[in-house]
C-alpha cells in the first residue's frame, strides 16, 4: 500500500521528482475509442490484442502500426491498413492541465523528469500537441527507448543514476500503484495519484512540496 501522507516530514530531504506519462500527464481513459467507432469495432475488440503485445510494445520491440496490423488480421477489417492508428490513439488522449500547471511550479524548487511506458512515435506528439507539458525536463526515461518497462525494478535503478542523487532523494508520482511499490522497494519516495480525483491529489501535493 502507497502511503502519501507519511511523505511530509520528508520532503526537505526530496530534491528530484519523477512524473508518469500516462494516467498522470494525460488522462487515457478514452483510449482507443476514436478507432473503435472509425472501424465499427468495439474498445475491447481492440485491446483483447494489448495482451498478446504489450512488453513488446512497451519495450519499443514493436509499434503502434504493428499493434493496429494485428487488430486489422484478427478482425478482418476492410480498407484499414493505412489507418494511423498511432494519430487517432494519441486524439484520445486529454491533457491534465493542474498536473502541468504543478509540475512547472514545481520545477522552480526541484529537478523534474518523466519516466513512462510509452510506444515508438509517440512522445514527440504528445510534446507537440501539448498532451505533455513542454518543460525543461532534466531526464526522460521512455520504456521503448531503453527496452525495460515499470514491471522492471531495472528502469528505475537507471532513473536514479540518470537522476544524479540519493533514491531516498527521489518521488515518483504514478498512477499505477505496482509501479509505485517497485519504486518504492528501491527507496523512492511514492505518491499515488488518483485518477477519480485530480484536484484533491494537487492539492496534496502541493501541500506536500511547495
Keep these: 500500500m502507497v502511503h502519501q501522507f ?13 512524473f508518469d506519462i500516462g494516467g498522470v500527464m494525460n ?4 483510449y482507443f475509442k476514436s478507432a473503435a467507432k472509425k472501424h465499427g469495432i468495439t474498445v475491447e475488440d481492440i485491446n483483447s490484442v494489448w495482451g498478446e503485445m504489450d512488453d513488446d510494445i512497451t519495450r519499443g520491440k514493436k509499434g503502434p502500426k504493428d499493434y493496429w496490423q494485428r487488430v486489422v488480421k484478427k478482425f478482418n477489417l476492410i480498407d484499414a491498413d493505412d489507418f494511423d492508428f498511432l494519430e487517432s490513439w494519441i486524439s484520445d488522449y486529454r491533457p491534465r492541465l ?3 500547471e504543478l509540475a512547472r511550479k514545481v520545477s522552480k524548487k526541484y529537478e523534474i523528469g518523466l519516466i513512462s511506458n510509452l510506444y515508438n512515435g509517440m512522445f514527440p506528439r504528445l510534446l507537440e500537441l501539448g498532451i505533455v507539458a513542454d518543460l525543461d525536463y532534466s531526464v526522460v526515461i521512455l520504456s521503448n527507448e531503453i527496452g525495460l518497462n515499470k514491471k522492471d525494478k531495472e528502469i528505475f535503478k537507471i532513473a536514479t543514476k540518470k537522476a544524479g542523487v540519493k533514491p531516498s ?5 504514478d498512477d499505477r500503484k505496482d509501479f509505485l511499490e517497485n519504486a518504492k522497494s528501491l527507496g523512492w519516495h511514492t505518491f499515488w495519484l488518483d485518477g477519480k480525483d485530480v484536484k484533491g491529489s494537487v492539492k496534496k501535493l502541493e501541500k506536500l512540496l511547495l
Excluded: A, C, G, T
Design 6 to 18: 507519511v511523505l511530509l516530514p520528508l520532503m526537505n530531504k526530496i530534491k528530484f521528482i519523477y
Design 27 to 30: 488522462d487515457w481513459s478514452d
Design 98 to 100: 493542474e498536473i502541468h
Design 169 to 173: 532523494e527521489i518521488l515518483l508520482i
